[in-house]
């Protein structure tokens, strides 16, 4: 059993940056692969990025290249978003998951645990 547990979302102006974190804790972090999810009022939950065990194969959404970037410290349990040049369409609820026995991935249906999520808001 994995307990992940988001913070660091907020209330931050168009252009701004923000990085959430996710701490997890139970059986070994570095099993698992991480990945980042978002989802908006009224939408369904997408795929924002995702990063391999060891941290060296890492893959984004299209809407966050460039803009956003995804770490993991496997000594303190914890991966990160480092989320720069906000934009509005960014607001969500963000949600950290893990997923064992694959690098990662782009599919929300394959993780095993998930976050309680963390609020960001954009405005413009």
């Known amino acids: 059993q994995v307990q992940l547990v988001e913070s660091g979302g907020g209330l931050v102006q168009a252009g701004g940056s923000l990085r959430l974190s996710c701490v997890a804790s139970?059986?070994?972090?570095?099993?698992?692969?991480m990945g980042w999810f978002r989802q908006a009022p009224g939408k369904e939950r997408e795929f924002v990025a995702t990063?391999?065990?060891?941290?060296?194969?890492?893959f984004y959404a299209d809407s966050v290249k460039g803009r956003f970037t995804i770490s993991r410290d496997n000594a303190k349990n914890t991966v990160y978003l480092q989320m720069n040049s906000l934009k509005p369409e960014d607001t969500a609820v963000y949600y950290c998951a893990a997923l064992n026995g694959r690098p990662g991935s782009l599919a929300r249906g394959v993780y095993d645990y998930w976050g309680q999520g963390t609020q960001v808001t954009v405005s413009s």
């Open positions: 990063i391999s065990r060891s941290g060296d194969i890492i």
């Open positions: 139970g059986r070994s972090f570095s099993s698992y692969a």
